[in-house]
């Protein structure tokens, strides 16, 4: 399945002054599978090198003692796993390294400066399961800073989903680049939005869409999603040696459906444990973001740029970072109700942390906003060049805003545009720009 991730892969590449490149990622996001396929159609199939330290624990041995590049590959072409690979060093025809798992072996993280200054020969993609935990907490001083580039791949974003789902580029395109909704007919729309509650049930992890493609059977991909969240709890009991801390975690990761599916979804630690502080549950929730499962949003103080200036650090929203895990954690009743677009009193945070998704997949931060005063509840805040555009989500068939009409009222200044997210194609409300789910996350 097509990833735009592959482009940046190619650019990489034919970039003159490439860094060893290291690709972040939560578990089951697809990194392996991409980089192997990236590998097989832009190298030599005799000069692609590729080790598991988790599958293959010898491998640490190429990595021992001495880290310079060529020491490395002289231990690699004695090793019988390699016999395969052509070790004629040729600058027109570099060996594609492939370190899967690295989190697993310190030394080769400390290896990719050697590999970046010998980057004519050897190209190097490393990439693991929590490199955000292991790097943050394991490798410190020893980290070669400088000498390597980071991509994070994140679970398919709307559009990739589209792709997987039969629907061609140009197809695609035409909507995203429409100016008029009126241009869009009542079918199509339809069918978009139809496409856009699949996309909140399914989610973004390939294996979840393959199931979905393969059988059409929404228990089927329930399964799935159920195998992949048990993934995500063996990882923190697996990494976590601290059962405390370990309870913690997965207390943390547990609560996130029950904070969704109040009206005020701002995260509180008394919803976690009773009782509960953020001095028990701080360090719990920055694992939960360096493992990149959890989106923090932020409640900001102004509607003003930079919003990360304005950020109030102890009042958040805490949202999955894919929608299929958080539907895993729901009752069928729920998906139900999602696909055929029922009102719900518990939709409305699956559909947030559904647009939180869209804007974090094609952001390069990490960090997303909201705006909280008494009577006034915007959603997300989103820098767009010289434009804060201030998000409300209508899950359901009531389209009120009474938020955003106090916002554009009392608050509206040139540079913020009102948005109202919803299942219509066209609705009238004033200054109030009305946008349909699916073009908001093509648009993005």
Request: hydrophobic letters at 40%.
């Amino acid at each position: 399945m097509k990833r735009k991730i592959t482009d940046d892969l190619i650019a990489w590449k034919q970039s003159p002054r490439k860094k060893s490149l290291l690709i972040f990622g939560a578990r089951q996001v697809g990194k392996t599978y991409i980089i192997e396929d990236f590998a097989k159609s832009n190298y030599s199939a005799d000069k692609i090198i590729t080790m598991n330290f988790e599958l293959f624990p010898e491998a640490k041995m190429f990595f021992e003692n001495d880290l310079s590049s060529k020491a490395i590959m002289r231990k690699i072409q004695s090793n019988i796993k390699y016999m395969h690979v052509n070790f004629k060093d040729d600058e027109n025809n570099p060996y594609l390294i492939f370190l899967d798992e690295i989190q697993s072996c310190e030394n080769a993280i400390i290896a990719l400066k050697a590999f970046t200054q010998e980057n004519k020969l050897y190209h190097v993609i490393a990439s693991g399961s929590l490199l955000g935990v292991a790097i943050k907490r394991q490798f410190g001083g020893s980290y070669p800073v400088g000498y390597v580039q980071h991509m994070e791949l994140k679970p398919f974003d709307f559009e990739e989903f589209l792709w997987a789902n039969g629907y061609n580029e140009s197809f695609v395109e035409n909507i995203r680049s429409a100016t008029d909704m009126k241009t869009i007919s009542a079918g199509t729309h339809d069918a978009l939005i139809d496409m856009f509650r699949k996309y909140i049930v399914i989610g973004g992890l390939p294996e979840a869409i393959n199931t979905f493609i393969e059988t059409n059977d929404y228990h089927e991909v329930y399964t799935v999603q159920t195998d992949l969240r048990r993934g995500y709890i063996q990882d923190i009991r697996k990494y976590v040696t601290d059962n405390s801390q370990r309870i913690k975690i997965e207390k943390c990761f547990a609560s996130i459906p029950y904070h969704l599916k109040e009206q005020n979804k701002k995260f509180m630690y008394k919803r976690v444990e009773h009782n509960g502080r953020e001095r028990m549950f701080g360090d719990s929730l920055d694992w939960l973001v360096e493992a990149g499962l959890v989106l923090f949003c932020y409640n900001t103080k102004d509607i003003a740029f930079p919003l990360e200036s304005y950020k109030i650090e102890n009042s958040f929203k805490l949202f999955m970072f894919d929608t299929g895990i958080l539907m895993s954690m729901f009752d069928e009743a729920k998906r139900y109700n999602v696909l055929n677009g029922n009102d719900d009193l518990d939709i409305g945070g699956i559909y947030e942390n559904a647009v939180a998704c869209v804007i974090s997949q094609n952001s390069c931060k990490n960090e997303l906003y909201y705006f909280n005063l008494p009577n006034m509840d915007i959603d997300f805040l989103l820098e767009i060049g010289d434009i804060i555009s201030a998000i409300e989500v209508k899950s359901g068939n009531t389209l009120k805003s009474p938020s955003l009409n106090k916002l554009a009222e009392n608050f509206l200044k040139d540079f913020i545009i009102p948005i109202k997210l919803s299942s219509k194609i066209v609705y009238e409300d004033g200054i109030i720009k009305n946008i349909p789910f699916y073009k908001f996350a093509l648009r993005m």
